[in-house]
């Protein structure tokens, strides 16, 4: 017996998301548990190379202290 067209076109767009949602999230959707990225890896911030490396040396500038502010706020 073959399903009514509205039911398969459903099913097709509920697999169609959770396909985008994985690429998005990285989250298995069998329920493996984990993300494929955070396990291969820790993920301990950004590389020491990397553009936004915080500098402990170099004082924060006025708007990333309001932006400190603003994040310690909430």
Do not use: N
């Amino acid at each position: 017996m073959e399903l009514p067209l509205a039911r398969r076109l459903l099913r097709s767009i509920y697999r169609s998301l959770v396909a985008y949602g994985t690429m998005y999230t990285g989250v298995d959707p069998d329920g493996s548990g984990g993300t494929a990225l955070a396990s291969a890896r820790k993920l301990r911030g950004p590389g020491p190379a990397h553009p936004e490396r915080v500098r402990l040396d170099a004082p924060l500038t006025r708007l990333e202290r309001a932006h400190l502010r603003e994040l310690r706020s909430r």
